[in-house]
């Protein structure tokens, strides 16, 4: 897959000497290399750990793009009328905190603890854990970070005490399934994605329109400055409610991180779609920060700008 869009777990896209199996990847017998209980406790006590959700009354809407905006070769065309049914979809996408009060619940171990690495992108990285870290090849601005999980983004040492309200990533698709299951909801398909994205508005690339920065305001995470090593911005994850919402009461439906659906990309390639794009576009070479663009990533795979949204279905 292209520009920023993430490197998959398996298959070729890693440097061969990391190309091991989950077995191969796993501490010590005995080790404990979970986040631990003092920290889960602090993490999912804070604010912002109830869910919200949109109640959406389904309906028809025309999906996908072909205006000069959209990538082709994605799948984003052609513009085709679908119906969806009634189902409701989180406000955000879920959080550090709530992720975390999962994981105390279950003690659910993520895909990337028990690969023992993850995907994080090299501008996030101290200059010691880059020299160390692999850099994925055809898209060097990837590096696979030994120990970097949810809940140490950046590998160990770092930390999200201050990014509780912000997005969970590292999270695979089965590590989303997990969390909605335990509450009672699941991932939306790319169709609900969708039509939520553009929050009542009849094809256009933004979720609040036609601009990408009306009147010169920004509203969605991403990059800033040159791509990938002179960012004029902050770089990472803001928090799930930053930016005014979508017609719907929605944030950062684009941006921020690109978010899990259950739907495969294309009839020949089964690998789950993500919608949304995330903080590491730039409109010089990845324009997927729009309602319509779509990439995929192997099932397993979990990335430091990839998070997910729950939906249920109601009526
Ligand atoms: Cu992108």
């Not at 989950?22 to 005995?30: L, V």
């Not at 921020?256 to 990309?265: A, G, H, K, R």
């Amino acid at each position: 897959m292209s520009a920023c869009c993430g490197p998959d777990r398996t298959g070729t896209d890693l440097p061969e000497a990391h190309a091991g199996t989950a077995a191969d990847r796993t501490g010590p017998a005995g080790e404990d290399c979970g986040p631990g209980p003092d920290l889960l406790e602090r993490l999912s006590a804070a604010a912002g750990s109830e869910l919200r959700f949109a109640g959406l009354p389904g309906g028809t809407f025309r999906m996908g793009a072909e205006d000069p905006l959209a990538y082709a070769e994605d799948g984003e065309g052609p513009v085709r009328t679908v119906s969806v049914d009634p189902f409701a979809i989180a406000t955000t996408t879920v959080t550090v905190a709530q992720f975390a009060a999962f994981v105390a619940a279950t003690e659910h171990r993520t895909d990337a603890e028990a690969h023992g690495t993850s995907l994080v992108f090299t501008a996030l990285l101290p200059a010691k854990v880059r020299a160390a870290s692999p850099t994925v090849v055809a898209t060097p601005w990837w590096q696979e970070v030994a120990g970097a999980c949810w809940f140490e983004p950046e590998g160990p040492g770092s930390r999200v005490d201050d990014r509780v309200d912000h997005p969970v990533t590292h999270v695979s698709q089965r590590d989303a399934a997990a969390y909605a299951g335990w509450v009672g909801a699941r991932l939306p398909t790319e169709t609900e994605w969708e039509y939520a994205a553009r929050g009542g508005l009849d094809q256009q690339p933004y979720p609040w329109g036609a601009e990408r920065t009306p009147g010169g305001e920004v509203r969605m995470n991403t990059f800033s400055g040159e791509f990938p090593d002179g960012p004029t911005g902050p770089v990472g994850t803001v928090a799930a409610e930053a930016f005014p919402p979508n017609g719907y009461g929605l944030h950062n439906m684009t941006g921020n991180v690109w978010e899990w659906t259950v739907s495969p990309f294309r009839a020949t390639d089964q690998r789950p779609v993500l919608r949304g794009g995330s903080y590491m576009c730039h409109a010089s070479y990845c324009r997927r920060y729009r309602t319509s663009a779509r990439t995929a990533v192997t099932a397993d795979t979990s990335l430091g700008h990839t998070g997910f949204r729950l939906a249920v279905t109601t009526g």
